[in-house]
C-alpha cells in the first residue's frame, strides 16, 4: 500500500508543473488499476468545479461527473459512486492545508475496499500539495478555474491573497472576494506563525485598477513590518505611513488587524476605520465591540492603540466589508442592518468554507441577483479552542 502511494509521489516530484495532472494519471493507473482519472477544479466564484484533464468531456459525462463531485467538495470525504453495471468512481477531495482545491476522480473496474481508498486518500493529498506548489510557476490551473475572463484588478487582488481557507488544530478560517472576476479593493489576509494567527481585512476605497493598487501597496507593507518581526501596531502604523506619503491623505484604506493566540483564545485588535466584525455564539449574532482608529493613510504619523477580546471555544468569527454590510438595493434597507444577521445564522452547521459562499449567496440574492454594486469580502473564523496537535 505504501509502496503505491510513495510511486504516485515520486511521479509527482519528477514532472514538469504544468503536467501534474497527466503524471498522476499514469502512476494511479499503474498503483491502483485505475481504468480512467480526472482532476476537477473549482473555479473562482466557487460555484463549480471543472476538469483539467478532460476539459472537452461531453456534457452528460460532465453533469454526472460533476455532481458527485460536488458532493465531495462540499462534504470534504471520499465518496463512492457505484452502479450495477460499469466501474465504480471514487471521488477524493483535493485539499492542501485546509484550502480546498478541487476534487480527484478515479475509476476503477470494481468497487475498492478500504486499503485502496486509503491509498487513493494519500495520493490525492500528495497531489494537492504538489498542485499548490505549482500554482506559482504555471498558469495551467488558473485557466482551468476562471470561467470569464478577470479584470486586471481582480488578477492583481487573486494573486495577491495567501488562500481562500486554512485548517489548524485551534481553528478553521476561509474567505471570499466577490464580485469575482472584477472585484477591485477589498481583500483579506493571513498568516500562521507558531501560536500567532495575524489576520487582516482590507474595505478598499475605490473601484477598479486603483484600488486594486493601493490595496496591494498596503498589504505588502503590512506583510513588510510583519515578516520584520513587528506586531500589529507596527504593521498598522507603517501601512498607514507608506500609504499617506504616496497620497498624502486624499487616498486612504479601511482595514481590520487581528492577532489570534492559538494557545488561549485571545484576540488582539486594530481597528482602522474597519471593516465590520461579528460574533456568532450559539444562535446568538452580536457585534464585537471595539474602538474605531482612523483609516490606514488618512493622516501622516498616526499611531495606533491595541485592543482585546476573548474567543470561547464554538465562537465563529464573520468580518465583511463596507460591500457587505451597507449593500442597499432599491427600495430596501442595508443588508447589515438585519438580514445579514439571518444569513450568518444559517451558516451554524456549515464549515467556513462553505458558511463564506452562504453569506454571498445570500447577499446575490437579496440584490435579486443582479451585480453588486460595491466590492465584498467576507472571512469567517471559527474557534475550537487548544487542542493538542496530534488531536485533529
Same mark, same amino acid.
Given at each position: 500500500m505504501v509502496d503505491g502511494a510513495d510511486a504516485v509521489s515520486r511521479a509527482l516530484r519528477e514532472a514538469p508543473p504544468d503536467q501534474l495532472a497527466e503524471a498522476a494519471d499514469r502512476a494511479i493507473r499503474s498503483a491502483l488499476g485505475a481504468v480512467r482519472t480526472d482532476v476537477f477544479v473549482a473555479d473562482y466564484r466557487i460555484s463549480g468545479l471543472?476538469?483539467?484533464l478532460d476539459p472537452d468531456l461531453p456534457a452528460a459525462g460532465f453533469l454526472a461527473c460533476h455532481t458527485v463531485a460536488q458532493?465531495?467538495?462540499?462534504?470534504?470525504?471520499?465518496?463512492?459512486?457505484?452502479?450495477d453495471e460499469g466501474p465504480c468512481r471514487l471521488y477524493l477531495p483535493l485539499t492542501a492545508w485546509g484550502e480546498r482545491l478541487g476534487v480527484l476522480l478515479i475509476e476503477l473496474p470494481s468497487a475498492p475496499g478500504p486499503a485502496v481508498t486509503g491509498r487513493a486518500t494519500e495520493i490525492a493529498g500528495a497531489l494537492a500539495l504538489a498542485m499548490r506548489a505549482a500554482d506559482r510557476v504555471?498558469?495551467?490551473?488558473?485557466?482551468?478555474?476562471?470561467?470569464? +475572463? $478577470?479584470s486586471m484588478a481582480?488578477?492583481?487582488?487573486?494573486?495577491?491573497?495567501?488562500?481562500?481557507?486554512?485548517s489548524h488544530h485551534a481553528f478553521h478560517l476561509a474567505g471570499q472576494l466577490e464580485p469575482a472576476y472584477t472585484v477591485g479593493g477589498d481583500h483579506f489576509d493571513w498568516s500562521l506563525d507558531g501560536d500567532?494567527?495575524?489576520?487582516?481585512v482590507l474595505n478598499g476605497e475605490g473601484s477598479g485598477l486603483a484600488a486594486s493598487m493601493l490595496t496591494a501597496v498596503t498589504v505588502n507593507a503590512m506583510r513588510n513590518a510583519r515578516r520584520s518581526g513587528g506586531g500589529l501596531v507596527e504593521q498598522a502604523e507603517l501601512a498607514s505611513d507608506t500609504v499617506f506619503y504616496q497620497h498624502r491623505g486624499h487616498r486612504y484604506v479601511a482595514t481590520l488587524?487581528?492577532?489570534v493566540d492559538t494557545r488561549t483564545g485571545r484576540v488582539r485588535v486594530v481597528d482602522a476605520g474597519s471593516p465590520?466584525?461579528? +460574533? $456568532?455564539?450559539?444562535?446568538v449574532v452580536e457585534p464585537v465591540k471595539v474602538e474605531q482608529q482612523m483609516p490606514l493613510g488618512?493622516?501622516?504619523?498616526?499611531?495606533?492603540e491595541l485592543q482585546e477580546f476573548q474567543l470561547e471555544p464554538g465562537d465563529r468569527v464573520f468580518v465583511v466589508s463596507d460591500g457587505v454590510w451597507a449593500a442597499e438595493p432599491p427600495g430596501q434597507e442595508p443588508y447589515g442592518q438585519r438580514a445579514m444577521a439571518r444569513s450568518l445564522r444559517a451558516t451554524r452547521l456549515q464549515p467556513p468554507t462553505e458558511a463564506v459562499g452562504t453569506v454571498m449567496r445570500e447577499l446575490h440574492a437579496y440584490h435579486a441577483d443582479s451585480d453588486l454594486r460595491d466590492d465584498a469580502v467576507v472571512v469567517c473564523l471559527d474557534w475550537h479552542g487548544p487542542r493538542e496537535r496530534n488531536g485533529g
Open positions: 471543472w476538469p483539467v458532493r465531495c467538495f462540499s462534504s470534504q470525504q471520499p465518496v463512492h459512486d457505484i452502479t504555471t498558469d495551467r490551473y488558473r485557466r482551468a478555474r476562471r470561467r470569464e +475572463r $478577470l481582480a488578477e492583481m487582488q487573486w494573486d495577491l491573497l495567501p488562500g481562500r481557507s486554512v500567532r494567527l495575524t489576520l487582516t488587524l487581528l492577532e465590520h466584525l461579528l +460574533r $456568532l455564539r450559539g444562535a488618512m493622516f501622516a504619523e498616526t499611531r495606533y
